[in-house]
């Protein structure tokens, strides 16, 4: 699916113009995120561009922003704290709700983990929030530098390196963030949580996930991310957490916006290249994200089905739909339906029943369980009714795919 990057700019808490983008599929949104990024991050690292990319495919556009004074955003990075990213944040959410849609969902990176937190309770609309590697405790970030923080406090300000880069810290930095506490916030946020981290995590012990999760009530979850690194550098576990939240946040979103926005793009499935591998395939199906892949003995890393198992799936799936119908239609006390698929190429030469002599065939070997008080002729019945299911009957007849080469621009 195309994913649109369109660049926005608002003002941010102390005043400053914030660099923005705002990522979205086709078509109305169903739902909005806001990104919030890692400490001394900006919106266009990797975790967050793939998170963001994710989410759009799924239908919920993704506003990603540069904190005052980071990133292409403007402002003194010395004149910022703790207290000026959430009201960046909350700055951000009012624009959203101004220009398009209160976000339904907040993210947060390390310490922009720690600021949805405070953020989330003054964000009425939004009934959910994702923490990735985040602190309990926004004086946490201060180890970062601790050799400074004695010249820090002396001074007034220091020069400190973080991240290989030079910032201002300055001693209004250190109170600000000396002087919240979450635990409170957390508890009485009433949205549901969804925690990840890193076991190995060298920047934010994973204790303090614990006391994320600890401190809040449920609907919460926790994700471990197993040997991924602070700050999600490798691409696998950037898509990892990117399909991990597509997938946990629908239930969080009104069932009605799911449904009113796969009206009309119900027949419209989109594949592209997800990065993973060789071969890793993303398709968009409507409001739902599913993955294709190779097996790793030709070059894949199986991380999906096979573009002929998708095919076997449609045309089993198809079949236990059309038995249903029928069984309802006709009261007939089926209990449930199971279908086996398996396809392969088979010699021409073998079938007998074969129109095509020479070569090699796709044969789809399908074997159904019917449950259920069900008489020989009824079962017999059935299994007739089996071959006219739609896509049964697609394969028999002839097919016509039309290609075409979209516009570049």
């Known amino acids: 699916m195309a994913v649109t990057s ?40 990797f975790a967050a561009s793939r998170i963001s990319e994710a989410l759009a495919v799924q239908g919920i556009a993704t506003l990603r922003f540069d904190f005052t004074g980071l990133g292409a955003s403007g402002g003194e990075f010395a004149n910022t704290n703790f207290s000026s990213n959430v009201e960046d944040i909350v700055a951000a959410a ?63 300000e220091a020069e400190v390196k973080l991240a290989g880069r030079p910032f201002t810290v300055r001693k209004q930095f250190l109170d600000d963030i000396a002087g919240h506490r979450l635990t409170d916030l957390i508890g009485s946020m009433r949205k549901a949580l969804l925690v990840f981290h890193a ?9 303090n996930a614990g006391e994320i999760f600890g401190a809040a009530k449920h609907p919460k979850s ?5 040997d991924a690194d602070h700050l999600l550098t490798r691409k696998d576990d950037a898509v990892y957490v990117a399909d991990v939240i597509s997938a946990w946040v629908r239930r969080y979103l009104d069932a009605e916006a799911v449904s009113d926005t796969a009206e009309g793009e119900a027949d419209v499935v989109t594949v592209s290249e997800n990065g993973i591998g060789k071969f890793g395939q993303d398709i968009a199906v409507g409001p739902h994200l599913l993955h294709a892949d190779e097996p790793a003995s030709v070059g894949g890393r199986n991380t999906g089905p096979t573009p002929y198992q998708l095919l076997s799936a449609g045309l089993g799936a198809c079949t236990t739909m059309t038995l ?73 007849s002839e097919i016509q795919v039309l290609t075409t080469l979209k516009d570049a621009s």
Do not use: M, W
């Not at 076991?199 to 204790?207: C, L």
């Open 222 to 226: 926790f994700v471990s991310l197993d």
């Open 94 to 156: 009012d624009f959203l709700r101004e220009e398009h849609a209160a976000p339904a969902l907040l993210i947060g990176h390390s310490l922009g983990g720690a600021a949805v937190l405070a953020a989330a309770g003054r964000i009425a609309e939004a009934k959910a929030v994702v923490t990735i590697g985040a602190p309990s405790a926004p004086d946490h970030v201060s180890h970062l530098f601790s050799e400074d923080i004695d010249r820090i406090h002396a001074e007034g």
């Open 324 to 396: 249903r119908l029928y069984a309802e239609r006709k009261d007939i006390p089926l209990e449930r339906v199971s279908v086996e698929v398996r396809h392969n190429k088979t010699h021409a030469e073998d079938c007998e029943s074969c129109e095509t002599r020479e070569g090699r065939i796709d044969t789809f070997e399908r074997e159904i369980t019917l449950d259920g008080d069900l008489d020989t002729a009824t079962r017999q019945r059935l299994l007739e009714i089996a071959d006219k299911c739609p896509v049964h009957r697609t394969l028999h």
């Open 199 to 207: 076991p190995r995590d060298d920047y934010v012990d994973i204790s």
């Open 6 to 45: 369109r660049k926005i700019e608002f003002r941010g808490a102390l005043g400053e113009t914030l660099a923005a983008r705002l990522d979205s599929g086709p078509g109305v949104p169903r739902a909005y995120a806001l990104f919030a990024h890692c400490f001394t991050c900006s919106k266009d690292v």
